[in-house]
């Protein structure tokens, strides 16, 4: 793993180094737009609305608009922020661990102690086991900033990012209102069928089956040699020119020309011939690669 970020859990006049590592990560088959006629890759550029020109990701800045003014905020703007220029992961109270609505919970991160003696994280590790409390800390990650629960998870402490208060909805449903009654029957047997499906729970035991499905169904493909040649496609081409994406514009005008002058050749070639000859298809097949494993 590679740390996304490093700073200081601080409580107090007590200071952690830490670096901080994404705990999650994506193994959802990569999948990405193509034209269903010949496979072509759909790519998509910044252009800008008043000259319509490509701008580079290096030249963009953000912007506020209230509806009637624009207020552009440059990078520079954005990092004289005091809160984005802190390193430090601040402990703002400790909290009883039950009291944390897990409706509130989002990113997770693992964090590692970046100090040549790793006292002060073991006791902070130590002191939220004995007391059952996670530490609800404030810091700044990637131009936000970020309330989050500090606890623990096996010898290694867990920085989870909450969402602020006004970001989880009310749920105000009138069907609830209703008055329901629930009979001690209804109950009993209710109870009875959950105490059948009663078990540990064991994630490792869950797989995601429509992934599992996906790769499958790509295998299978593969097999049957039903796939293109990806060096042969627009997008591949344009990576291979010096990565600049091609606009969809300029692709259909170089495949015109391109097919013309296929045609041009043939139609020279074929000046000798009185017979008529039979016009065949442009598109040509790919051949069947090997099956390899999607990933």
């Known amino acids: 793993m590679r740390a996304i970020w490093k700073g200081a ?127 609800v800390v404030r810091f700044s990650l990637r131009q936000k900033t970020r309330l989050a629960a500090l606890r623990v998870r096996g010898d290694v402490l867990v920085l989870q990012t909450l969402l602020w208060a006004d970001e989880v909805r009310e749920a105000a449903f009138p069907s609830l209102d209703e008055s329901v009654r629930i009979s001690a029957k209804e109950l009993e047997l209710s109870a009875s069928l959950v105490e059948s499906f009663s078990s540990d729970f064991d994630p490792e035991s869950f797989t995601d089956e429509y992934q599992e499905e996906l790769r499958t169904l790509i295998d299978a493909k593969l097999e049957k040699g039903d796939a293109l040649d990806t060096s042969e496609t627009f997008g591949e081409q344009a990576e291979k020119d010096g990565g600049e994406v091609i606009d969809l514009m300029e692709a259909l005008r170089a495949s015109v020309e391109r097919s013309r002058a296929a045609r041009s050749s043939k139609s020279e070639a074929g000046d000798g011939d009185d017979a008529p000859t039979k016009k065949k298809s442009s598109t040509k097949k790919a051949p069947a690669k090997k099956s390899a494993k999607a990933s």
């Open 9 to 135: 859990l601080t409580f107090g006049l007590v200071n952690v180094p830490v670096k901080v590592y994404s705990a999650t990560e994506d193994h959802d088959v990569p999948l990405h737009q193509v034209h269903n006629a010949d496979g072509g890759r759909i790519r998509y550029q910044r252009i800008c609305e008043i000259d319509g020109e490509v701008v580079p990701y290096a030249d963009i800045d953000k912007a506020y608009d209230d509806g009637d003014r624009t207020v552009v905020l440059t990078k520079d703007d954005l990092a004289s922020l005091p809160s984005e220029r802190s390193r430090e992961i601040d402990v703002v109270e400790f909290v009883p661990s039950e009291q944390i609505d897990l409706l509130t919970l989002d990113k997770a991160y693992y964090l590692e102690p970046d100090s040549s003696s790793p006292k002060s994280y073991v006791l902070l590790r130590r002191t939220l086991e004995q007391t059952d409390r996670t530490a």
